[in-house]
T-cell receptor, first 115, second 112 residues
């Protein structure tokens, strides 16, 4: 079955280190998204991509970057991890066109702790 | 800015009863809403969606109602079961961009 997978599922890192969270989907979806989820907040959009070589900033993009070199993958990089980036990160993907009833599928999440 | 909010952080119901989870939004131009269910340790899972040209939409044991006049939507779950215990989010994708604006979530607890 097609799916969306995230790795690692859990990670502890130190302040200042670079961290990359992987997201891989096998649906061949053009649209991919990264969200973070913190206690007391719903999910908030970090970055998104509508296709290869396309990347865009979301609501909370400071300190994060993404790259889209192929359809299947959208890795999220924390350039210099900060304690404020301790969170649960979710990757998502959807068919074209975005919205208009095309279901957005979420991965299982990556728990990141910055100490 | 645009916001989506839920009325109650926690809802506790008896197994077999109906559950109603509420959500309010601020943008009068919002026209597409989605309800997600998130179980502990998992990602959000699509339940049902509704567009602004509809007042009501039904799925399996779930119904979403949209009141555009007061900018409010609700998710009704019939005959609530223990497996319905989860956090429920409403989300707004009114730009049809796939960029979701989420509410804060309501935790549904089902008592046996």
């Amino acid at each position: 079955d097609a799916e969306i997978t995230q790795s690692p599922r859990h990670k502890i890192t130190e302040t200042g280190r670079q961290v990359t969270l992987a997201c891989h989907q096998t649906w061949n979806h053009n649209n991919m998204f990264w969200y973070r989820q913190d206690l007391g907040h719903g999910l908030r959009l970090i970055h998104y991509s509508y296709g290869v070589q396309d990347t865009n900033k979301g609501e909370v993009s400071d300190g994060y970057s993404v790259s889209r070199s192929n359809t299947e993958d959208l890795p999220l990089t924390l350039e210099s991890a900060a304690s404020s980036q301790t969170s649960v990160y979710f990757c998502a993907s959807s068919e074209d066109p975005p919205g208009i009833g095309n279901t957005i599928y979420f991965g299982e999440g990556s728990w990141l702790t910055v100490v | 800015g645009e916001s989506v909010g839920l009325h109650l952080p926690t809802l506790s119901v008896q197994e077999g009863d109906n559950s109603i989870i509420n959500c309010a939004y601020s943008n009068s131009a919002s026209d597409y809403f989605i309800w997600y269910k998130q179980e502990s340790g998992k990602g959000p899972q699509f339940i049902i969606d509704i567009r602004s040209n509809m007042d009501k939409r039904q799925g399996q044991r779930v119904t979403v109602l949209l009141n555009k006049t007061v900018k409010h939507l609700s998710l009704q779950i019939a005959a609530t079961q223990p497996g319905d215990s989860a956090v429920y989010f409403c989300a707004d994708d009114s730009g049809n961009t796939g960029k979701l604006i989420f509410g804060q979530g309501t935790t549904l607890q089902v008592k046996p």
